[in-house]
């Protein structure tokens, strides 16, 4: 601030309080008002955060490759933990892609899962699969700049289990961590209008509802743009008709240090340890 400038008021000083019964309305409902700055926002990373596999947007190399992934340290089905080396067969077909868990010593029992969606592409790709309603993060990353697969890979440990052998065995969808499924921890950040819910009676985190988007859309830096959008329409809903109304614009309304926590909400990783 200059000398003898004093700090400007929070003109939101609660989100909570600003937002009350506004609903997320989706980036396609925005652009009918902002078609200038939606364009602009497709070509963003954000817009491609996440998205559905495809032959445009899956970049790995699926042609039949399997990958090692050494000396991991694994839960034992005998208690405590053992070292193995893992190993998964990516594959394509029919416009599909797959990552098969090896267990080389019984192929019975191999896992197959397809791949559901791809988590960026700038410099990494990461790729997800569902299983019942929930999203995994796979240990697959591909490095854009040099094209091929990362051995370290993403907790590849978590995939297989000790069982006495050199390669393990593949753990089964109801194996899996829940506490590792994409809606207890990245899809708060990777996708927008998406709250983290529990469900204590299936043990399980409930998956995306409708209104919810893939990637970082308008509405997460925004807000929730339902009363918005109510109240242009009320005014006849051309641009410009009615004041912004119920909607955020962080540089406008937001103090310096309130402009750091909203981003900070996704970029700062301070908190992710484990």
Known sequence: LPLGATAPAKLVPSGQEFFKGASFVGAQTCKGCHEKQYEEWTRTWHAQMERWPSPT???GDFNN????????????LKGGKERITAAVRLTAEGGKYFFTLLDKANPANNQTYEVAKTLGGKWDQHYEVKVGENFYPTPMRWSVSDKEWLTGGFRPGEWFLGAGTPDGIPRKPGQLLIHRAAEAKCAGCHMTGYTPEF???TKRWKGPAAGVELGISCEKCHGPGGLHVAEARA?????????????LHPL???????????????????TNKK
């Open 199 to 201: 469900d204590k009676e």
């Open 235 to 247: 005014a006849g809903g051309q641009p410009g008709a009615t004041k912004p109304g119920k909607i």
């Open 252 to 270: 406008k309304d937001l103090t310096a240090q309130q402009q750091n926590q909203l981003c900070a909400q996704c970029h700062g990783r301070n």
């Open 65 to 76: 490759v399997t990958l090692e992934f050494k000396n991991l340290e694994v839960d034992s």
């Open 57 to 59: 947007t899956v970049l």
